[in-house]
């Protein structure tokens, strides 16, 4: 049987989301041992899981290095892979938002200076507002634009919102809801349609009972 | 298209294509700008090389081939059929600056019929085969798709969001942004169920039917059965797939659309579609069908491996005249063979002959 490519993102969210196709019927006791290997199969559960960044599993994914990923829908609606979104995994969940300082107020007369790492999303949250903007793509540590005056306001994505109050900074307006989605490129979708079928029921399957 | 190279294949495709009838329409690498900035959602990316031309016009590099054929052809009684070969100049998903790809298809405008969607559908089956891989060309009908969102209740200007989540299989925002709208459940597990369908006609044909009969148009509807069936009757039957997630921008796109995927290659390499909207949005009466074939995606992941630069390297001195060296050029009987002073670095050899006072015995 040919087996399953799956990226999958390095980190806490990586992990769980390993257990949960575990759970469902995929294991692979390899990735548990500790080494240096980096692409780790069970081919009698037809997997092969390997751990990439989680801003490059979409790339992963929409080159066809692998057939299937999870990646969160923030990095989806940045860089809009052409790839299919199957499943929401419910799990890695967080939000869009915008934040300012506390006592931001905005001026609708003047440019609002947006800084932030997702540019795509934060254009077009603006444009769908009609709201003149002027984008400052940042790579890290957002918070501190606002702080330091480089920006009025930051679009970025929130946990607790515990970094933002130690900053004396607040959230103004949710942009999106985020969680991480299971996704698969295009083209192993039809040649290795009935494994991939098979995964994405069984997974979705467990996602039930759990909820 | 596993030893396949792309000259060889589009020379293939040229000659499939002339052998159906279709005429090669060559085309001016330019066109006046206007045309691709009235429709830059039909283009695959929106960037264009401009230039202003001596008259004062802005012009740009072809981006596109559809566009300028409907543009520079009229309304003829009949069926106009064409093919291109041509090179385009785009901006890639991904890439930093312009390439020029060189892109294939085929156009058949005019009074289309059923036939002549079979026979694109046939040709863009024949087109993957040509490629020596394992193919599928999966098929929908957008204005089966449309039937059914329309009958959800779905208003025209959400019509495209709801279309994207069925493009990406995207069942859960589907179910979201529908029930946001207000659709009634009943009809969400519809668009569901078309947005999940996928696989064979045998496997896929009973419950579209079954899913469209009363919601579509009768005479689509068994117009869709009839030329799928009929594909599916022919050598292609294995190549056919039905999903109808095979979806195209609306606004150009109306009835068939179909794309072709290759084994090992990650993304579509052929793509089409009916286009009469488009040719109503350029005010023609026409009906449109046709089909591109991306060879340069086909090349890319199709190299053409092969273990030496040359069969045979001959190495020569400046004690060899002319006619030594061309006679044991002759006397060589290879493939391919290359004749140098010395052995160029790096270079993969099967057979090497020295001749001149260097010669090996």
């Known amino acids: 049987m040919e087996l399953l490519n799956i990226a999958l993102p390095k980190g806490r969210l990586g992990e769980k989301v390993l257990a949960i196709f575990e759970d469902a019927g995929f294991p692979c006791p390899s990735i548990h041992q500790a080494g240096r290997k980096l692409i780790f199969e069970n081919e009698e559960a037809g997997v092969r899981y390997f751990w990439v960044k989680p801003s490059d599993v979409s790339i992963y994914v929409e080159r066809g290095a692998a057939d299937l990923g999870v990646a969160g829908k923030d990095i989806l609606l940045e860089y809009q892979p052409d790839i299919y979104e199957l499943l929401d995994l419910g799990i890695g969940t967080c939000r869009m938002a915008v934040a300012a300082k506390k006592d931001f107020r905005d001026d609708p007369g003047r440019t609002l200076r947006v800084a932030t790492k997702f540019s795509k999303i934060a254009s077009s949250y603006y444009l769908s507002k009609g709201r003149d903007i002027d984008i400052i793509h940042l790579n890290g540590s957002i918070e501190l634009a606002p702080i330091l005056g480089l920006s009025d306001v930051i679009v970025d994505i929130v946990e607790t919102g515990a970094t933002l109050r130690e900053n004396n900074l607040t959230v103004l307006e949710e942009v999106i809801p985020i969680s991480a989605r299971l996704i698969a490129n295009k083209a192993s979708y039809k040649f290795k349609n009935k494994t991939i079928d098979n995964l994405v029921r069984c997974t979705a399957q467990l996602l039930e009972e759990r909820t | ?361």
Request: with cysteine; hydrophobic share 35%; aromatic share 8%.
């Open chain 2, 1 to 361: 298209m596993t030893n396949l190279s792309a000259e060889a294949f589009s020379a293939s495709l040229r000659s499939l294509y002339s052998r159906y009838g279709y005429c090669r329409y060559k085309m001016n690498k330019f066109e006046e700008y206007d045309l691709y900035a009235r429709n830059k959602d039909f283009l695959i990316c929106d960037s264009v090389i401009t230039f202003t031309d001596v008259d004062g016009k802005l012009m740009a590099l072809k981006p596109d081939v559809t566009l300028s054929m409907v543009k520079n052809t009229r309304d003829e009684p009949g069926i106009r059929k064409l093919y291109y070969n041509e090179n385009v100049y785009r901006v890639c998903k991904g890439s930093q600056g312009f390439k020029e790809i060189m892109q294939m298809g085929l156009e058949a405008m005019g009074e289309i019929d059923e036939y002549c969607i079979y026979e694109v559908l046939k040709l863009a089956a024949e087109s993957l085969n040509s490629t020596e891989k394992c193919c599928i060309l999966e098929i929908s009908h957008l204005g089966l798709l449309s039937s059914a969102i329309c009958h959800a209740g779905i208003r025209p200007e959400e019509h495209r969001q709801v279309i994207r989540c069925i493009g990406e299989k995207n069942l859960h925002q589907l179910q979201s942004i529908c029930v946001r709208m207000g659709i009634p459940q009943q009809e969400i597990n519809l668009l569901r169920r078309l947005a999940s369908l996928y696989g064979t006609p045998q496997e896929v044909l009973p419950v579209v039917q079954s899913l469209l009969t009363g919601i579509a148009d009768e005479q689509e509807l068994s117009q869709f059965l009839r030329i799928i069936d009929a594909l599916n009757a022919g050598k292609f039957r294995d190549m056919i797939r039905i999903d109808f997630s095979a979806v195209s921008d609306p606004q150009y796109y109306s009835g068939f659309v179909f794309k072709g995927f290759a084994q090992g290659v990650p993304s579509a390499i052929l793509s089409g579609g009916q286009y009469d909207s488009m040719m109503r949005k350029m005010k023609r009466q026409a009906g449109a069908i046709g089909f591109a074939v991306y060879l340069d995606i086909l090349e890319q992941y199709s190299p053409v491996q092969t273990d030496y630069d040359v069969d045979t390297l001959l190495i020569y001195d400046e004690s060899c005249s002319i006619p030594e060296i061309e006679a044991m050029a002759r006397e060589a009987t290879t493939e391919s063979i290359l004749l140098q002073r010395q052995i160029p670095p790096g270079i993969r050899y099967r057979r090497l002959i020295t001749m001149g006072k260097g010669r090996i015995p």
